[in-house]
């Protein structure tokens, strides 16, 4: 089955016929629907080549991990494409992972994408308060959108959850146990989310007129679990740990294995992200959630807006990020 044969049986032209099918406003909706109703009863399928170079588009949209390739590693991201790409794909739309470490090569890759025309549109993840690629990309004007806010001027679309209240409940719960000496393992203050978590938890140590203990690492395992024994190791150690990430928070309870305390009962811990290894760490961590599913469909949703060619004016959303209780945390010893 041809254009031109499905054309013919409708005696239409076969212009007429391509433009009802990409859904163009200039063709009346019951030629629409009279053409598309055609088309499947009679098994056509249009020319997906032919119909990108029809549109100019490329039908992709990318999502560039900061990270080394083949180092796909991050559940949190890979749970966000998941809630986007059934929405993307309902549209037309292609999801594809990337992954560049951060730096120059990174910024190279956003450059391959936009000046070879190789996508659509982006998302942004893990951004970062000074953010090269948010720079990068609202000169460049292709559509994108954020998982998280940063100190770049101009608009742009973003889902971010809101940190900063998220990590002062938590630090008010601690002390309402009869946490005093609360510390911090934060990520580095280079990344956004890292900045608002810490701003939390010293606000609320501020209110309480207790001092506030941070120490910045790598956001992994590994920089965590290094600042722990430090915290850990001095003369009046912390009763509670609030680390930025789950992932850190691994860390930290792998640390006071090797300092010989026992979670929760002489240390609380407390992470962020929900990531499905936490129900099953040692002990279960409890930990605060950003529902990935609802932030995915805001910014799928948003992304395939910008394409549609709307302006990103009120496309910017803080979503609370809820509390998920396990056995992590109880009052100081």
């Given at each position: 089955m041809s254009l031109k044969t499905l054309a013919q049986s409708l005696g239409?032209?076969?212009?007429?016929?391509?433009r009802a099918l990409d859904g163009y406003a200039d063709v009346a909706p019951g030629t629409r629907e009279r053409v598309r109703a055609a088309a499947d009863a009679m098994g056509y399928r249009p020319n997906a080549a032919a119909r990108r170079l029809r549109r100019g588009?490329?039908?992709?949209?990318?999502?560039?991990?900061?990270?080394l390739p083949g180092r796909f590693d991050e559940p949190l991201y890979i749970e966000l494409m998941g809630a986007m790409g059934g929405l993307f794909a309902a549209e037309g739309f292609d999801l594809t992972l990337l992954a560049a470490p951060p730096g120059v090569e990174e910024i190279k890759t956003y450059?391959?994408?936009?000046?070879?025309?190789?996508?659509?549109?982006?998302?942004?993840v893990r951004t970062r308060r000074d953010d090269a690629r948010i720079h990068y990309l609202l000169q460049a004007g292709l559509p994108f959108v954020a998982m998280g806010r940063s100190d770049v001027p101009g608009i742009y679309p973003f889902v971010d959850g809101d940190g900063t209240a998220a990590f002062r409940d938590v630090t008010r719960r601690l002390l309402a146990l009869g946490h005093r000496r609360?510390?911090?393992?934060?990520?580095?203050?280079?990344?956004?989310?890292?900045?608002?978590?810490?701003?939390?938890?010293?606000a609320a140590m501020a209110e309480a007129g207790l001092p506030a203990t941070c120490v910045e690492a790598p956001a992994d395992e590994v920089g965590a679990h290094l600042a722990a024994l430090d915290l850990l190791g001095r003369p009046t150690r912390?009763?509670?740990i609030l680390a930025a990430t789950d992932r850190m928070a691994f860390g930290v309870l792998r640390a006071a294995r090797e300092h010989g305390l026992?979670?929760?009962?002489?240390?609380?811990?407390?992470?962020?992200?929900?990531?499905?290894?936490?129900?099953?760490?040692?002990?279960?961590?409890?930990?605060?959630?950003?529902?990935?599913?609802?932030?995915?469909?805001?910014?799928?949703?948003?992304?395939?807006?910008?394409?549609?060619?709307?302006?990103?004016?009120?496309?910017?959303?803080v979503l609370p990020v809820r509390a998920i209780e396990r056995h992590s945390v109880a009052p100081p010893p």
């Open positions: 239409l032209s076969i212009t007429t016929v391509s588009t490329t039908e992709v949209v990318m999502l560039v991990l900061p990270t450059r391959r994408i936009v000046e070879g025309r190789r996508a659509d549109g982006l998302v942004v609360i510390a911090h393992v934060a990520a580095p203050s280079a990344f956004a989310f890292a900045t608002y978590r810490r701003a939390g938890y010293e912390p009763t509670a026992d979670v929760p009962r002489h240390l609380s811990v407390v992470g962020h992200d929900n990531v499905p290894a936490a129900a099953f760490a040692d002990p279960a961590l409890t930990t605060m959630e950003l529902p990935l599913a609802e932030a995915g469909a805001r910014l799928a949703g948003m992304l395939l807006a910008r394409i549609g060619g709307e302006p990103p004016d009120g496309m910017q959303e």
